[in-house]
């Protein structure tokens, strides 16, 4: 497709990439005003949410990196397991967010990598930065690897697989989401 | 503070079930533990179903030392300093993996999978032939062992023999793992950093007392199991009358309050190994299977007091088991203030699949930064650890008291143990042995000032 030519095609492809865009901005919004139960409800009822240990491997075992889904991993969660953290964080004695942490969720580098007309696979880079308390202060930078499923006129998060940019993880809890 | 032996008995008193603060903060303090506990216990490295063939490795902490175990091809384990002879640069940078050999990056000496120095560049041109290869091997440990599978090693070429230093009490912590079928280590060591202080980390263990209140959004929200509607309905904290800001109480899903006043039961050892929580038949018993110790290997490993014991173990200093989920974990110190944890999780080979999945699960859903009890340990830790540094603040006792002098230890096929309701017997047993270790005895004497006596 040449630049300088205009077409329906490029075109759909720009709108999509902005309705992509927009889902996440959304989405980010939600969770940053701590609106859990609405955040939820982006995802399918047989989503997948999941974070892998990593570990540091030598170049030549870097297939080795991640953890895969049924061993150890941060989140391994489907719809009700999400669902119970969000249960958890509202229930007035989750204490490692009361009082809440200030998050805010940065989402950037959104490439829509495939696209079936049913199912998009799009890889997004990730910043969320957290201060808590008085002077506490995390950062975590990654890449999220989604399945954005078309409902009605939207999407909805089939899949999402986290990957953090460390392998110790360098704070002493995960109690928001990503 | 540097703490003489006199120092050491002021901060901590097993009489009064009471701790000086100033040992979740003081380095001079840390700096002590670096060498008379870390310097000599035997620590946990790794499970050998790690490292299964020649070559594999993984990288471990030992007090402020990296250490890689590595299996080694006539099937046996080494374990050693990971710091070149020459001039100290790691030789392995990998958390794990398989290795022919280790190159040093710095000027290439290179070892084999035994340590041994094999390469030295321009050995024959700049050092004239003469490094002497056969000296100039990796550091090994003092001393590697492995009880069922489980590796430790020590500092110490003095410490007593692995199955010596854990003692009935730190071998019925380890077969509560071992004896439950072909137990393996599920690929992905969770690893993350609390600011607390590591004895804090380790106390909390024991502590049956604090679920009811610090893990009550877990309870509650069905986040763990069945949401409360579900199953039993709700019944209230006993707060003495006070509640929270909001004028609720703390109401949680029947059972679990109750759970903490039945019968537990604590089992104390020496060199400070100690375990604690509710007993096997006890209504608090959270295994969501406990049909495996019916088994006749299960029950004849375990004894009939250590069938009985559902809580969880510590192996003196930093080594947790939990039997729900299996898992291992270590609290390794950093500083003062600083403690890196570890999550080992375990699942039975001879399971189908499917059962193996799920016990996966639940140690990904429960323990570790994400899961839905230790998320709110860490802030718990942390202002803890934070209080210990405040000049005032700090000469405030540190309380481990509840239940103190009132548990009658009983002495039976050689455990000692004390029967009862939710107690800080075994907290105070770990403050005791930790004094013990930081007055740089001999391993003898050590031995005898942690042989428990009648009464805790």
Known sequence: ?178 | MTPTTTDVDELVSLERGEVDRRIYSDPAIFEREMEQIFGRAWLFLCHESQIPAPGDFFAAVMGRDNVLVVRQKDGGLKAMLNTCAHRGNAVCRADEGNAKSFLCTYHGWSYGIDGRLLGVPGHKDFYAGEVEKNRLGLTPVAQLASYKGFVFATHDPKAPPLEDYLGATGRLGIDLIAARGDMVVVPGIQKFVVDCNWKIAVDNLFDWYHPQVSHASAFRSGALGPPPERAGGYEQIDMAGVNMDSGAGIDLPVGLITASKFDQVVVIGEYGHGIGGPTASSSGNVEVDSSWRAAAHARETLGPVGVEVAGHPSIFPTTWVTVVPVQLSLRIPLDPTHTEIWWFTFVDRRLPPEAQRLMVMMANRVFGPAGVLEQDDGENWSQATAQSRGLASRRVKHLVNMGLGRGRVVKEHGLARIEGLTSEHGQRWTYHAWAQWMKGTSWEALRAATTPGDLL
């Open chain 1, 1 to 178: 497709m040449g630049i300088d030519q205009p077409s329906q095609a490029r075109i759909a492809a720009a709108v999509r990439q902005y309705e992509v865009e927009r889902f996440y901005y959304d989405e980010a919004a939600l969770l940053d005003a701590h609106r859990y139960e609405e955040w939820l409800a982006l995802f399918t009822d047989d989503a997948r949410y999941f974070m892998p240990v990593r570990r540091t491997r030598m170049q030549r075992e870097l297939d080795k990196e991640f953890t895969q889904p049924g061993e150890v991993a941060f989140f391994d969660d489907d719809k009700m397991l999400l669902a119970g953290r969000v249960a958890k964080l509202q229930t007035g004695r989750s204490w490692a967010e009361d009082p809440p942490s200030r998050t805010r969720h940065l989402v950037t580098n959104v490439r829509i990598v495939a696209d079936d007309g049913k199912e998009l696979r799009v890889e997004s880079n990730f910043h969320v930065y957290r201060t808590r308390l008085r002077s506490e202060e995390d950062s975590w930078i990654g890449s999220r690897h989604d399945v954005l499923r078309r409902i009605d006129g939207s999407f909805r998060i089939a899949d999402r697989k986290i990957f953090l940019e460390q392998t110790v993880l360098l704070s002493r809890n995960l109690s928001n989401f990503f």
